[in-house]
């Protein structure tokens, strides 16, 4: 696209030399501007609504992306015990031995989950996951924090853990 613009802007002013300060949709110096984010999302995606979301003239080019893949670029406490899918980043300290559920998976949605165990040693159930030939992970003992992924693929989580 910014070859496009270039090429644009080269016949525009008669085969180049341009210079200077950019402005309007376009941020940078001549001969090789830029065009802002707020010119992408506010006269091409603004409106857009995916499950993650409606796309507004405020977000930027990547939360505009992750809205049009279905993952909203957030984050949230996990409150109970249930992993919402339409949150793309979760966290929870263990307070109790837990069972986890999740809502809203669908195909093609990738979601991180970091569970924070303490001296307490909880342990962690998880809903059906195919974790492959190793199984289910058990939750690191002492306050130490595990990164799970999840990614569904034809109605199956595939789980893996960083311990």
Same mark, same amino acid.
């Given at each position: 696209?910014?070859? &496009?613009?270039?090429?644009? &802007?080269? +016949?525009v #002013?008669?085969?180049?030399?341009?210079s200077g300060?950019?402005?309007g949709?376009? +941020?940078?110096?001549?001969?090789?501007?830029?065009?802002t984010?707020?010119?992408?999302? $506010?006269?091409? &995606?603004?409106g857009?609504? /995916? #499950?993650?979301?409606?796309i507004s /003239?405020?977000?930027s080019i990547?939360t505009?992306i992750?809205?049009l893949?279905?993952?909203a670029?957030?984050?949230?406490?996990?409150?109970? #015990?249930?992993?919402?899918?339409?949150?793309t980043? +979760?966290?929870?300290t263990?307070s109790?031995?837990?069972?986890?559920t999740? %809502?809203n998976?669908?195909? $093609?949605k990738?979601?991180?989950v970091?569970i924070t165990n !303490?001296? %307490?040693?909880?342990?962690? !159930?998880?809903? !059906?996951v195919?974790?492959?030939?190793a199984?289910?992970?058990?939750? /690191?003992?002492?306050?130490?924090?595990?990164i799970y992924?999840?990614?569904?693929?034809? +109605?199956?989580?595939?789980?893996?853990?960083?311990q």
């Open positions: 696209m910014t070859k &496009l613009i270039k090429k644009a &802007l080269l +016949s #002013s008669g085969g180049g030399g341009a300060a950019a402005g949709d376009l +941020s940078g110096t001549f001969p090789n501007p830029s065009i984010n707020a010119a992408v999302i $506010a006269k091409v &995606l603004t857009y609504t /995916s #499950s993650a979301g409606t /003239s405020t977000d990547l505009a992750q809205k893949n279905g993952n670029g957030n984050q949230a406490i996990i409150s109970a #015990s249930a992993i919402d899918w339409n949150v980043h +979760s966290y929870k263990l109790a031995n837990t069972t986890f999740f %809502s998976a669908a195909d $093609a990738t979601i991180i970091a !303490t001296v %307490s040693n909880y342990t962690v !159930t998880w809903p !059906t195919n974790w492959g030939a199984g289910a992970p058990t939750q /690191s003992v002492g306050a130490n924090t595990d992924t999840f990614v569904q693929i034809n +109605s199956i989580i595939y789980g893996a853990v960083r």
